[in-house]
């Protein structure tokens, strides 16, 4: 038997992220078609249809960068972005790497010293050599 909860959810989730193509689009216009009116019933140039169509579309552009600052704090919050724990230690031996690369050489009479190689620097050989 079908399970029509999650159907029924995942509609609703779909029309919720739709929303916002349909407000970029819908507000400037009907603003438009009311500063038409508008200008038409004062018989002004077309500053009403203009205004209002500009007015649209910036709050259609605020109302979508809030409600996307909004979910991704929310998200945010619930840990969905937590990395994997080997990214901290992989952050770590690439700042070491880095760092011992970056080191100025010693006199050129004396020898450069190699460090033992870390577990990643052994891990990228073993992938490079396959």
């Known amino acids: 038997m079908p399970d029509h909860t999650s159907t029924k959810q995942d509609a609703t989730r779909s029309l919720n992220r739709s929303h916002g193509s349909f407000e970029l689009a819908f507000a400037p216009v ?12 004062i018989g002004t140039v077309p500053v009403f249809t203009l205004l209002f169509a ?3 579309v910036l709050g259609a552009f605020t109302k979508v960068y809030y409600s996307y600052k909004h979910s991704m704090a929310a998200l945010q919050e619930q840990g969905a972005w937590v ?3 080997s990214s901290a230690q992989f952050r770590s031996e690439t700042k070491a790497r880095a760092d011992r690369l970056s080191r100025p050489l010693e006199a050129a009479d004396e020898p450069a010293r190699r460090t033992a190689p870390t577990p990643s620097d052994e891990a990228l050989a073993r992938r490079s050599a396959s």
């Open 83 to 85: 990395g994997h724990a």
């Open 30 to 41: 009907i603003l438009a078609l009311l500063g038409l009116w508008l200008d038409r019933t």
């Open 54 to 56: 500009l007015v649209g």
